[in-house]
């Protein structure tokens, strides 16, 4: 695991992307595929601020309540989710991790669960109608064997009708080497973290088509800079294709769709325009 997870702030501003449209996608999911079959009754959260500075209202209408975020990171999803109306339980390896994300929720008054636990081995109470597996996380699972317990995992916690949402990379030039690059900087309030992603091309294993990549954060706050290196992690590119099959070795799911990136106006076809495969998936048992 990326040592740079050690540091959720840091984490937290890096990856502050479009948290308010990926939640909207993520509720008009619900909307649109899942069967409503939870309580009849309006959440209790009152408004609150978001994550995007607006203040929401939760729908009285809405019947979908219980969200499993699963790699929940420095909690962005599960923040926002939480703050229009949700109960969400948010899973993650990293205890420094979790505890940024419970102390962000106390200090914007949010009720949310943080537990530890790994894509392959966590343990949740009752059955949620949403499941999420966000960030290109699922590159950790390295075998079709691991991919395929897991999917049988998450579907035991999902009520029938309920969703599995997931979202990876995939490359856009099918000759893919290993060695893209990418490289953005995100500042807020005297931090700023510069971020590559590496790829080596020297650690592609073509049968399994794992690889190494590596996460660096460059840090300026309170003008001291420093560097971290996530360290090279072996991370596995899964294909669309690829993960359809797999869905349908683990049974008990039916895909609703696959779309690149948060649009449902943008179904998933090669060349992709995105590289961010976002697929829906309804528990069926």
Same mark, same amino acid.
């Given at each position: 695991?990326?040592?740079?997870y050690?540091?959720?702030?840091?984490?937290?501003?890096?990856?502050?992307?479009?948290?308010?449209?990926?939640?909207?996608?993520?509720?008009?999911?619900?909307?649109?595929?899942?069967?409503?079959?939870t309580?009849?009754?309006?959440?209790?959260?009152?408004?609150?601020?978001t994550?995007?500075?607006?203040r929401?209202?939760?729908n009285a209408?809405?019947r979908?309540r219980?969200?499993?975020?699963?790699?929940?990171?420095?909690?962005?999803h599960?923040?926002?989710?939480?703050?229009r109306?949700?109960?969400?339980?948010?899973?993650?390896? =990293?205890?420094a991790?979790?505890?940024? %994300?419970r +102390? *962000?929720?106390?200090? @914007?008054r949010?009720?949310i669960?943080a &537990?530890?636990?790994?894509?392959?081995?966590?343990?949740?109470?009752?059955?949620?109608?949403?499941?999420?597996?966000?960030?290109?996380?699922?590159?950790?699972?390295?075998?079709?064997?691991?991919?395929?317990?897991h999917?049988?995992?998450?579907?035991?916690?999902?009520?029938?009708?309920?969703?599995?949402?997931?979202?990876?990379?995939?490359?856009?030039?099918?000759?893919?080497?290993?060695?893209?690059?990418?490289a953005?900087?995100?500042?807020?309030d005297?931090?700023?973290?510069?971020?590559?992603y590496?790829?080596y091309p020297?650690?592609?294993d073509?049968?399994?088509r794992?690889? =190494?990549?590596?996460?660096?954060?460059? %840090?300026? +706050? *309170?003008?001291?800079? @420093?560097?971290?290196?996530?360290?090279? &992690?072996?991370?596995?590119?899964l294909?669309?294709?690829?993960?359809?099959?797999?869905?349908?070795?683990?049974?008990?799911w039916?895909?609703?769709?696959?779309?690149?990136?948060?649009?449902?106006?943008?179904?998933?076809?090669q060349p992709?325009p995105?590289?961010?495969?976002?697929?829906?998936l309804?528990?069926?048992?």
């Open positions: 695991m990326s040592l740079v050690r540091y959720p702030h840091c984490y937290a501003l890096a990856y502050r992307w479009h948290t308010r449209e990926e939640c909207h996608f993520l509720e008009t999911c619900l909307r649109r595929y899942a069967h409503a079959r309580t009849n009754h309006a959440p209790r959260t009152p408004s609150v601020q994550l995007d500075g607006l929401r209202t939760p209408e809405r979908t219980r969200i499993l975020d699963l790699g929940c990171g420095a909690g962005r599960v923040l926002e989710l939480a703050a109306g949700y109960e969400v339980v948010g899973v993650d390896p =990293e205890p991790m979790l505890a940024y %994300v +102390e *962000q929720a106390a200090q @914007q949010l009720t669960t &537990t530890e636990g790994s894509l392959d081995d966590f343990r949740v109470e009752g059955n949620f109608d949403l499941a999420i597996c966000l960030m290109d996380t699922l590159r950790f699972l390295l075998t079709d064997e691991v991919i395929v317990a999917l049988r995992r998450v579907a035991a916690c999902i009520a029938p009708g309920g969703l599995y949402i997931t979202d990876f990379w995939i490359p856009r030039d099918e000759r893919w080497r290993a060695d893209e690059q990418f953005w900087e995100q500042r807020d005297g931090l700023r973290v510069g971020v590559e590496l790829q020297d650690s592609l073509r049968r399994s794992t690889f =190494e990549d590596e996460l660096i954060f460059h %840090v300026t +706050e *309170q003008g001291s800079a @420093q560097t971290i290196r996530g360290g090279r &992690t072996r991370t596995r590119l294909l669309a294709e690829e993960f359809l099959a797999l869905v349908h070795a683990a049974g008990g039916e895909v609703r769709g696959q779309f690149a990136g948060f649009d449902l106006m943008q179904p998933y076809a992709a995105s590289w961010r495969l976002v697929t829906v309804r528990q069926t048992a």
